[in-house]
């Protein structure tokens, strides 16, 4: 499958696309945004913060319907959503016993593989946490991470440019 059309994206459109990346999101939108495409601190921050904002409306908004449908329709679907919602459960259902709603915050806003928008908009459907505050956590936490991929990546940078 070729991928050209992407070439003719703006810095700031490839940074915003690769920060909605389940794998992605600010841990990797932001560095690439500074190193690769020289963004302004302020562009590659706001970028990455709304691209990995945008999977959370979805998730949050659709995930019930669409697995809904999948497992009615497909069986290899329910056992994928079972084992996708155990696994979930199994990560956050502590940290939501807690500290409730900033367990969520702070689950999204950990740079680190697992957590993140994607599973923490995963956590907060499986919950049961109304869509607005859902939202409003999992946004903060998607800033806070921001915030600390931002000074991660300038620090080393600078480390870098010191050696």
């Given amino acids: 499958m070729e991928l050209s059309f992407l070439n003719n994206l703006s810095p700031q459109l490839h940074t915003f696309f690769l920060?909605?990346?389940p794998i992605g999101e600010t841990r990797v939108a932001i560095p690439v945004a500074l190193?690769?495409?020289?963004?302004?601190?302020?562009?590659a921050f706001t970028f990455s913060v709304l691209g990995s904002f945008v999977p959370a409306i979805l998730?949050?908004?659709?995930?019930?319907?669409?697995?809904?449908?999948?497992?009615?329709?497909?069986?290899?679907?329910a056992k994928f959503f079972n084992w996708l919602f155990d696994r979930t459960r199994k990560k956050f259902a502590g940290k939501y016993e807690t500290w409730g709603k900033l367990?969520?915050?702070?689950?999204?806003?950990?740079?680190l593989p697992a957590t993140g928008v994607w599973t923490g908009s995963l956590a907060a459907w499986l919950f049961a946490i109304d869509k607005k505050s859902?939202?409003?956590?999992?946004?903060?936490?998607?800033f806070i991470s921001g915030i600390?991929?931002?000074?991660?990546t300038l620090g080393i940078?600078?480390?870098f440019n010191l050696i």
């Avoid at 859902?134 to 998607?142: D, K, N, P, Q």
């Avoid at 600390?148 to 991660?152: A, E, K, Y």
């Fill in 157 to 159: 940078k600078n480390i």
């Fill in 148 to 152: 600390i991929v931002t000074i991660i």
């Fill in 103 to 111: 367990a969520l915050m702070i689950f999204v806003a950990i740079p």
């Fill in 35 to 43: 190193e690769n495409f020289h963004l302004p601190i302020w562009q």
């Fill in 134 to 142: 859902s939202l409003i956590y999992i946004g903060l936490g998607t």
């Fill in 59 to 77: 998730i949050i908004y659709f995930i019930g319907p669409v697995s809904a449908w999948l497992i009615r329709n497909f069986k290899t679907a």
């Fill in 19 to 21: 920060a909605m990346l």
